[in-house]
């Protein structure tokens, strides 16, 4: 069994307090950072410990603070508590119940990155969230934690939260940005990267609320120790995410490389009444589907195993799909989605989007032809590799596998002789194939 | 006027961003317009663009962009439920369908008293805990999960009996 080091409110009750975060080590990282160590030690201890972006992408997190533009300033960081993705819901219970590991992790970006402010961009619906947050930096100024001069050196950091309103686009770093800046959250055409371009056009460091969540035990127990947790190359532990058809739905802190079968059999409870599992969507509707055979199912949850099943891990959003489901209902939820989320900025996801959700509903409410799911495939690969932004290229994942690996389900909709009378919303009003 | 009832609030609200960058602030005055009725009213944008010093129509594109921002009344409660897949597959499309029935209006409808407004949104991070929603007014938002109709309804019976 491994440490909690994430959720560890689980086991010390009060954690959201700083008295009983401070007593149990709190911001005793972020004390010796800013008095002892220079910015770029921070770095690289964060560097050998190998943590990579939790957000989706993974990207290797000491590795985006080095690119840091040193001849521009002021740098900012940038907190993403965006949190949209439909699977996903592991930052907001960091925020609400570890708030301070979570700031601390900020606070100690923010002098790695020598930024002396801090934005975290949280979802409009985090409204409450917000608030606690804000009331708890408050008491991180009045204890001299966050401030000017901390801990009587020249160092001074200040953090604000910021609100969203409703937008899946603005937890794309870019579109975030841009939101920030008070216009609408549309991405920017990269490079450049946020690194060198970022808030108000100066060097920006953006990471997720997880990401950022890990860095204050790294820099107080060392990389070493931390890369004890995990894999090789998918070191440290993840939140994953778990929801769809489990007896058990719910957030669970596990090491890198976990299996499929060991979170939703061991830790999720298994499927409700013992049914098969069909498909596993890993990285919440912006997953490719997997087709959920034995062998799928002991595959490690890291970012070098998923892509072998043909897909990507992302942000650990774990969808279970039983065998009741049929998967074209399944497309038509995510294509929805991201019809609704397309900023409309860029023409292949904004058009693509839409159409495909045109297609899917004929394909779902029965009476199409297979000419249909055709085009709808065709449409999906025009989108591919065309758009500004990861959005629309997500908006195609579950279209293009699942037609490729649940085709059954597609030719019992197309050989329907007349449309359903009534679209059926929920799937296990009918017979899966 | 927003400037004269929040001028704290709004003074507070601007030394979060640079000088220089006012215009960082317009979603946060949208969420303070809002707090008033519900909605944002054209004066109201009008207001914002002054203090901010850019058009009426960029503080309007926001309204538009964001689903959150509202420009028209509606129901004193909006309840926003969750239908995206993971809350789909644990039975929120048939809670919104019986949740409308119940108060005999369909999805985005308002009910003839003016209290309810009943949407279906976009993933609230809560697909755990489905089928569940959540209730927005100009006051703010909060969540309810792990919902059945019955909790929904008498909710909705408390709102009544309040108001």
Request: proline share 5%.
């Amino acid at each position: 069994m491994t440490d909690i080091i994430l959720l560890r409110h689980r086991e010390i009750p009060g954690l959201s307090q700083l008295n009983i975060y401070l007593r149990h080590g709190g911001f005793q990282a972020f004390e010796k950072a800013v008095t002892k160590l220079k910015p770029d030690e921070v770095t690289d201890v964060v560097k050998a410990s190998g943590l990579r972006g939790r957000g989706g992408a993974g990207f290797p997190t000491g590795m985006k603070w080095s690119f840091i533009d040193r001849k521009a300033w002021p740098h900012y960081v940038v907190a993403n508590a965006d949190e949209s993705e439909p699977g996903t819901f592991k930052d907001r219970e960091i925020m609400e119940g570890n708030p301070f590991q979570f700031l601390e992790g900020v606070a100690l970006t923010a002098y790695a990155v020598q930024a002396n402010s801090a934005y975290i961009y949280l979802r409009g619906e985090f409204w409450k969230i917000a608030e606690n947050i804000n009331q708890k930096i408050a008491e991180l100024e009045k204890a001299g934690y966050l401030g000017d001069k901390l801990f009587g050196t020249d160092y001074s950091l200040r953090i604000y939260t910021h609100l969203g309103a409703g937008a899946y686009i603005c937890g794309e770093e870019t579109a975030m940005l841009e939101s920030l800046e008070g216009k609408l959250g549309q991405p920017r055409l990269r490079p450049p990267f946020p690194p060198s371009y970022g808030l108000y056009g100066k060097p920006t460091v953006v990471n997720n609320v997880e990401t950022l969540t890990n860095v204050p035990m790294i820099i107080q127990k060392g990389a070493e120790w931390y890369r004890k947790i995990g894999t090789e190359r998918s070191p440290g532990p993840k939140i994953f995410s778990l929801s769809g058809r489990v007896n058990r739905p719910g957030n669970y802190e596990l090491p890198l490389g976990t299996t499929f079968r060991e979170l939703i059999y061991t830790h999720g409870g298994g499927i409700p009444d013992d049914r098969k599992v069909k498909a596993i969507m890993a990285a919440g509707a912006s997953s490719a589907l997997i087709v959920a055979s034995d062998e799928a199912l002991d595959t490690p949850m890291d970012y070098e195993s998923v892509p072998k099943l043909g897909a990507q891990l992302g942000s650990a959003s774990v969808i279970v799909i039983d065998e009741t489901v049929s998967i074209d209902w399944v497309i038509y939820k995510t294509l929805h989605f991201f019809k609704h989320e397309s900023c409309g900025k860029c023409t292949p996801c904004r058009e693509g989007t839409f159409w495909m959700g045109h297609l899917i509903d004929r394909i779902h409410s029965g009476g199409s032809s297979w000419e249909d799911v055709e085009l709808l495939r065709e449409v999906a690969q025009q989108v591919k590799g065309k758009c500004l932004c990861a959005l629309g290229e997500f908006s195609i994942e579950a279209v293009i596998s699942g037609i490729e690996r649940f085709e059954p389900d597609f030719q019992v909709m197309t050989s329907l002789s007349s449309p359903l009378k009534i679209r059926v919303e929920q799937p296990s009003t009918r017979e899966s194939t | 006027m927003l400037a004269e009832k929040y001028s704290n609030e709004i003074s507070a609200i601007l030394t979060k961003y640079p000088a220089e960058r006012k215009r960082s602030a317009v979603m946060p005055l949208l969420y303070l317009a809002q707090r008033e009725q519900g909605y944002i009213a054209q004066q109201e944008i009008e207001e914002i663009a002054e203090i901010l010093e850019i058009s009426s129509t960029e503080v309007g594109s926001i309204i538009g962009f964001y689903t959150l921002y509202y420009d028209k009344p509606g129901g004193k409660y909006r309840i926003q439920v969750c239908t995206d897949l993971p809350c789909a597959l644990r039975g929120a499309d048939q809670f919104l369908h019986q949740l409308c029935s119940n108060l005999g209006i369909k999805v985005g409808e308002t009910t003839p008293d003016g209290l309810v407004t009943v949407e279906a949104v976009m993933c609230l991070a809560a697909c755990d805990k489905a089928p569940m929603f959540q209730v927005q007014t100009g006051q703010g938002l909060e969540y309810h999960e792990n919902q059945t109709v019955e909790d929904a309804l008498s909710l909705i019976n408390r709102w009544k009996s309040a108001s």
